[in-house]
C-alpha cells in the first residue's frame, strides 16, 4: 500500500493493522546519514527506568545496507521513507506507533536513563499535550554553549518547541492538528506549538521538563554550525510570512530562570565571542538573501 499523505497514514493506523498491542509511549527516531550512532541511542534506551515503551526507526536514507540488516533484526519496527523529510518521517512514525505518547528524539543523541519516565510524568495532568526535554553536550560542546534552546533552567515551565531533537506529544494532539509541516526543516517545532496553541485556545498545552535529559550536540564543526544558523532563519522567515503573529508568539515565553554557568577561561570566552560573530553573520545573510 502506497501513502503519499498524513491524513492516509492516520487512516491506516485507525485500521488496526499496525497496533497489536499498546504501550505507554512510542519512541521515534527518524535517521538520515547518521551511520552506527542509532545504535548507541537504542542502547541507551535499553537502560530506561520505565521499559513499556516501543521504538520506531524510519529510514530517510543514506544509511549503509549493514546497518539496515542489523536494525532489522531488532526488536524495534522498521520503516523505510522514499522522501528525506524530517517532519514526514515523523508524522510516518506516529502512524506506525504503539504508544499514545509520542516521544521524538534525534538520531545522534544518547538518553538519559529516566528520559521515558520524565516526560511520561507530566501526561498525568490531562491539560498536558506536549512536553519538551533539555539537551546536554555530548561529544562537542562549545557549539551548545549559543544554544539556549537546549536548556530553559530548571525548573517545569510552559513553553513552546524549541529543541524538536527531544520533544514529545500526544498522539490524539499530533493527528488533531494535522502533523509536522513536512515543507519545513528548522522551526517545525515553533509551528506546531503555534498550531496547538490555535486549536486548543491557550498557552500552556507545552510544558518543559529539565529532568527529560538527552546528550547531544548542536553541531559537529563549524560549518555545520554555520549551515544550521544560516538555516534556522532562512525557516524563521518563511513560518513569519505564514503566520505573521508567530514570532510575537513565540516571545511570549520565558525569561526563563537559569542555572549557574561556569565561567569560561579566556581562550573559550574569546573563540566564543568570534564563533559567535559568524554565526550572527550566517544569520543576517539569510535574513537578506
Given at each position: 500500500?502506497?501513502?503519499?499523505?498524513?491524513?492516509?497514514?492516520i487512516n491506516?493506523?485507525?485500521?488496526?493493522?499496525?497496533?497489536?498491542?499498546?504501550?505507554?509511549a512510542?519512541?521515534?527516531?527518524?535517521?538520515?546519514?547518521?551511520?552506527?550512532?542509532?545504535?548507541?541511542l537504542i542502547?541507551?534506551?535499553?537502560?530506561q527506568?520505565?521499559?513499556?515503551?516501543?521504538?520506531?526507526i524510519?529510514?530517510?536514507?543514506?544509511i549503509g545496507?549493514k546497518?539496515?540488516?542489523?536494525?532489522k533484526?531488532?526488536?524495534?519496527?522498521?520503516?523505510?521513507?522514499?522522501?528525506?523529510?524530517?517532519?514526514?518521517g515523523?508524522?510516518?512514525?506516529?502512524?506506525?506507533?504503539?504508544?499514545?505518547?509520542?516521544?521524538?528524539?534525534?538520531?545522534d543523541?544518547i538518553?538519559h536513563?529516566?528520559?521515558?519516565e520524565?516526560h511520561?510524568?507530566?501526561?498525568t495532568?490531562?491539560?498536558?499535550l506536549?512536553?519538551?526535554?533539555?539537551g546536554l553536550?555530548?561529544k562537542?560542546?562549545?557549539?551548545?554553549?549559543?544554544?539556549?534552546h537546549?536548556?530553559?533552567?530548571?525548573?517545569?515551565?510552559p513553553s513552546i518547541?524549541?529543541?524538536e531533537?527531544?520533544?514529545?506529544i500526544?498522539?490524539?494532539t499530533?493527528?488533531?492538528?494535522?502533523?509536522?509541516?513536512?515543507?519545513?526543516?528548522?522551526?517545525?517545532?515553533l509551528k506546531?506549538?503555534?498550531?496547538m496553541?490555535?486549536t486548543?485556545?491557550?498557552?500552556?498545552?507545552?510544558?518543559y521538563n529539565?529532568?527529560?535529559?538527552?546528550?547531544?550536540?548542536?553541531?559537529k564543526?563549524?560549518?555545520d554550525?554555520?549551515?544550521?544558523c544560516?538555516?534556522?532563519v532562512?525557516?524563521r522567515?518563511?513560518i513569519?510570512?505564514e503566520f505573521?503573529?508567530i514570532?510575537?508568539?513565540?516571545?511570549?515565553?520565558?525569561?526563563?530562570?537559569?542555572?549557574?554557568?561556569?565561567?569560561?577561561?579566556?581562550?573559550?570566552?574569546i573563540?566564543?565571542?568570534?564563533?559567535?560573530?559568524?554565526g550572527q553573520?550566517?544569520?543576517?545573510?539569510?535574513k537578506?538573501?
Amino acid at each position: 500500500m502506497e501513502i503519499n499523505t498524513f491524513r492516509e497514514y492516520i487512516n491506516f493506523e485507525y485500521d488496526g493493522r499496525l497496533n497489536d498491542s499498546a504501550s505507554a509511549a512510542t519512541v521515534a527516531i527518524i535517521i538520515y546519514n547518521s551511520g552506527e550512532a542509532v545504535f548507541d541511542l537504542i542502547e541507551s534506551l535499553s537502560y530506561q527506568t520505565l521499559n513499556n515503551f516501543d521504538i520506531v526507526i524510519i529510514n530517510n536514507g543514506k544509511i549503509g545496507i549493514k546497518i539496515v540488516e542489523k536494525l532489522k533484526t531488532m526488536p524495534i519496527k522498521y520503516i523505510e521513507n522514499s522522501v528525506n523529510s524530517l517532519s514526514l518521517g515523523r508524522n510516518i512514525a506516529a502512524a506506525f506507533a504503539k504508544g499514545e505518547i509520542l516521544i521524538y528524539l534525534d538520531d545522534d543523541c544518547i538518553a538519559h536513563e529516566q528520559l521515558v519516565e520524565s516526560h511520561l510524568e507530566l501526561y498525568t495532568n490531562a491539560k498536558v499535550l506536549g512536553v519538551q526535554g533539555k539537551g546536554l553536550a555530548y561529544k562537542h560542546p562549545f557549539y551548545c554553549t549559543f544554544q539556549s534552546h537546549y536548556d530553559l533552567g530548571p525548573i517545569i515551565l510552559p513553553s513552546i518547541y524549541s529543541f524538536e531533537g527531544n520533544i514529545s506529544i500526544r498522539k490524539e494532539t499530533l493527528f488533531k492538528v494535522g502533523g509536522f509541516d513536512p515543507q519545513y526543516f528548522g522551526g517545525e517545532g515553533l509551528k506546531l506549538s503555534y498550531r496547538m496553541s490555535k486549536t486548543y485556545k491557550r498557552n500552556d498545552v507545552i510544558l518543559y521538563n529539565p529532568n527529560a535529559i538527552i546528550y547531544h550536540d548542536f553541531a559537529k564543526g563549524l560549518i555545520d554550525y554555520l549551515e544550521k544558523c544560516y538555516r534556522h532563519v532562512k525557516m524563521r522567515k518563511r513560518i513569519e510570512k505564514e503566520f505573521p503573529s508567530i514570532i510575537s508568539f513565540a516571545r511570549s515565553f520565558g525569561p526563563y530562570p537559569k542555572d549557574n554557568i561556569s565561567k569560561l577561561t579566556t581562550v573559550e570566552f574569546i573563540c566564543s565571542k568570534l564563533i559567535g560573530k559568524l554565526g550572527q553573520l550566517a544569520e543576517t545573510f539569510a535574513k537578506v538573501f
